[in-house]
T-cell receptor
Framework: QQQVKQSPQSLIVQKGGISIINCAYE??????FPWYQQFPGKGPALLIA?????SEKKEGRFTISFNKSAKQFSLHIMDSQPGDSATYFC??????????FGTGTRLQVFP | DSGVTQTPKHLITATGQRVTLRCSPR?????VYWYQQSLDQGLQFLIQ???????AKGNILERFSAQQFPDLHSELNLSSLELGDSALYFC?????????FGPGTRLTVL
């Protein structure tokens, strides 16, 4: 029940395309859903986060879509750029608790 | 730069040894979390401290311990090291829900 399932494991996108990464959770006590971006040799960097009271949040080219009834959320990267090539992790937590991470998606954006 | 600092950046040691990893949280953050990142286990929560007190424990081995000091910096102690302890160790700090990660310590056990 504590798991967060993330797919796909890897993603190859053409420059300018849309990258979509999906996550699903079971624990209905989760109330905070962040996405992290990690470059090789670096720590995860908070990208964008959402709470279950909204269905979508957009920050620049990054959008989180949230489906509370399906217990799913996804990250959309519009106009993907080679600089977006990194590993993306979804996560979930409840009331300031520890983060439960998905298994990560390695995104490669080719020019 | 997240504002969270970790030292050392790299650590190479032998099996059976003991090491200490250090983390300084962002100014004003009261919570410190430790996570382990390995290829086969992903990012796993180890332990959380809030204002000097242990708040939550994950799958942290008994050989591992941590503490948070009055100035809010934290140390993670790993003892009787095994080859399988080789991993990246991250600390994160937060005031609310948002957790900000440090650059990590890469531990290699030979």
């Amino acid at each position: 029940q504590q798991q967060v399932k993330q797919s796909p494991q890897s993603l190859i996108v053409q420059k300018g395309g849309i990258s979509i990464i999906n996550c699903a959770y079971e624990n209905t006590a989760f109330d905070y859903f962040p996405w992290y971006q990690q470059f090789p040799g670096k720590g995860p960097a908070l990208l964008i986060a959402i709470r279950p009271d909204v269905s979508e949040k957009k920050e620049g080219r990054f959008t989180i879509s949230f489906n509370k009834s399906a217990k799913q959320f996804s990250l959309h990267i519009m106009d993907s750029q080679p600089g977006d090539s990194a590993t993306y992790f979804c996560a979930a937590s409840g009331q300031g608790d520890k983060l439960i991470f998905g298994t990560g998606t390695r995104l490669q954006v080719f020019p | 730069d997240s504002g969270v600092t970790q030292t050392p950046k790299h650590l190479i040691t032998a099996t059976g040894q003991r090491v200490t990893l250090r983390c300084s949280p962002r100014s004003g953050d009261l919570s410190v979390y430790w996570y382990q990142q390995s290829l086969d286990q992903g990012l796993q929560f180890l332990i959380q401290y809030y204002n000097g007190e242990e708040r939550a424990k994950g799958n942290i081995l008994e050989r591992f311990s941590a503490q948070q000091f009055p100035d809010l910096h934290s140390e993670l102690n790993l003892s009787s090291l095994e080859l399988g302890d080789s991993a990246l160790y991250f600390c994160a700090s937060s005031l609310g829900d948002e957790q900000f990660f440090g650059p990590g310590t890469r531990l290699t056990v030979l």
